[in-house]
């Protein structure tokens, strides 16, 4: 019989942290941007003060590139984007997987790229629960110490004089346990199609995506709706 490791981390859990972090932004409208990329990386460091010792790291890249500019049909923008995370415990007892409640769990709309077509936090290594007869009884999602997150869009004009723009966009990722490898392979990947609003009320997104490589339990088709630039 296999024991729920989300069964140690309920309640509340008190960790102390240093947070340094390093940022390079060159996009020339950080609402909007046609061109320029942000790169960043983000730290986190525990076991300071009362907690769990762990360590953990994310780089994110985003580059925008405008390929056509064109006085009829307006800017077209292709952006790359890649988020890399990596963490492991300092403290004895996980076997160097980060706590539960800082493990990277991929999927749906994230701050910094994520895999859009999959629902929110669905994506990550799963672990099947018996009870004591051996017969299974829940397949649970336990998050991976580390992911790899790819996206690439293709934004161009819809209404410009409303500041309205479309996006073409193709996403992949997956979260993986330390001692596995990053294997592209097993990637889930998703192609979709979406709007961009430049609003009085702030950039709002909406968002219409298909996996590719869908799970048995994953629906066909994912319907999101966002905020923020797309940094």
Do not use: C
């Not at 981390?9 to 102390?16: A, D, H, N, R, V």
């Not at 996996?211 to 629906?219: H, V």
């Amino acid at each position: 019989m296999a024991i729920q490791p989300q069964a140690r981390f309920k309640g509340y859990t008190k960790i102390s942290e240093l947070m340094p972090s390093i940022r390079r932004f060159t996009v020339d409208n950080p609402i909007d941007p046609r061109s320029g990329s942000i790169e960043s990386l983000n730290l986190e460091i525990s076991g300071i003060g009362p907690g769990v010792a762990f360590i953990k790291g994310i780089a994110h890249f985003r580059f925008f590139y405008t390929f056509i500019k064109s006085p009829t049909f307006g800017q077209f923008v292709f952006s790359p984007g890649v988020t890399y995370g990596i963490g492991t415990t300092l403290s004895h007892g996980l076997g160097g997987e980060l706590p539960l409640y800082e493990r990277f769990f991929p999927g749906g709309v994230g701050g910094q790229g994520d895999v859009r077509g999959y629902q929110l936090y669905s994506l990550g290594p799963n672990v099947t629960f018996f009870n004591q007869n051996g017969q299974p009884l829940s397949i649970e999602n336990v998050g991976g110490s580390k992911e790899l997150l790819l996206s690439n869009e293709i934004t161009f004009p819809i209404l410009s004089g409303l500041g309205i723009r479309g996006v073409i966009f193709a996403d992949a990722g997956q979260s993986f346990r330390l001692k596995d490898s990053l294997d592209i392979t097993k990637l889930q990947a998703a192609l979709g199609v979406g709007v961009r609003w430049k609003s009085p009320f702030g950039p709002l997104a909406v968002d219409i995506a298909f996996p590719l490589n869908p799970r048995p339990a994953d629906q066909n088709t994912v319907f999101e709706i966002g905020a923020g630039s797309p940094l």
